[in-house]
T-cell receptor, first 113, second 111 residues
Framework: DAGVIQSPRHEVTEMGQEVTLRCKPISGHDYLFWYRQTMMRGLELLIY????????DSGMPEDRFSAKMPNASFSTLKIQPSEPRDSAVYFC???????????FGQGTRLTVV | GEDVEQSLFLSVREGDSSVINCTYTDSSSTYLYWYKQEPGAGLQLLTYIFSNMDMKQDQRLTVLLNKKDKHLSLRIADTQTGDSAIYFCAESTGTASKLTFGTGTRLQVTL
């Protein structure tokens, strides 16, 4: 298995633009997580899905952030409009139901200028 | 809510043992984890311990859990330069699936 695949690896965008981050979880995993990593706040859970259904989105910072999981093999995290303070590394992770290990993707480094 | 704390930085000499510490606040934590993050990479699970255990050993890694004090530690024996990375402590609670991460400890291994 190729592991959790995120795209793009790097994204540079101008303030006000829409940004879409993509994630393909490991096949057969029921849970998908979106995390954000910054120097100031460390790793924060933004939202997670179980069987494509959002379970907890309390970590989504503002209405500018939205996430979808239209099927078991794909999820997106969208920021519209983006702001410089959204600059961070965004990680996607997936886990099998009943399993203990969450597998992380390589992350998307987002820079908003 | 849950809170997980770690010291930010640790420097050790190659061949010495490293001990990375973590404290957490949620007494109902079920699993406690140690993840490793190398530069430019995602997080990789190193080991985990169930809350009813005191110790777990896996090759050079030893995890100690003091549930009374809500203290978790990771000992790396014979630390190598390849162990230089950021180490995250994390916890999950009951049937909750989400992980709460600590701030991460940057381990620097010097020659």
């Amino acid at each position: 298995d190729a592991g959790v695949i995120q795209s793009p690896r790097h994204e540079v965008t101008e303030m006000g633009q829409e940004v879409t981050l993509r994630c393909k979880p490991i096949s057969g995993h029921d849970y998908l997580f979106w995390y954000r990593q910054t120097m100031m706040r460390g790793l924060e859970l933004l939202i997670y899905f179980n069987n494509n259904v959002p379970i907890d989105d309390s970590g989504m910072p503002e209405d500018r952030f939205s996430a979808k999981m239209p099927n078991a093999s794909f999820s997106t995290l969208k920021i519209q409009p983006s702001e410089p303070r959204d600059s961070a590394v965004y990680f996607c992770a997936s886990r099998r139901g009943g399993g203990t290990e969450a597998f992380f993707g390589q992350g998307t480094r987002l820079t908003v200028v | 809510g849950e809170d997980v704390e770690q010291s930010l930085f640790l420097s050790v000499r190659e061949g010495d043992s490293s001990v990375i510490n973590c404290t957490y606040t949620d007494s109902s934590s079920t699993y406690l984890y140690w993840y490793k993050q190398e530069p430019g990479a995602g997080l990789q699970l190193l080991t985990y311990i169930f809350s009813n255990m005191d110790m777990k050993q896996d090759q050079r890694l030893t995890v100690l859990l003091n549930k009374k004090d809500k203290h978790l530690s990771l000992r790396i024996a014979d630390t190598q330069t390849g162990d230089s990375a950021i180490y995250f402590c994390a916890e999950s609670t009951g049937t909750a699936s989400k992980l709460t991460f600590g701030t991460g400890t940057r381990l620097q291994v010097t020659l």
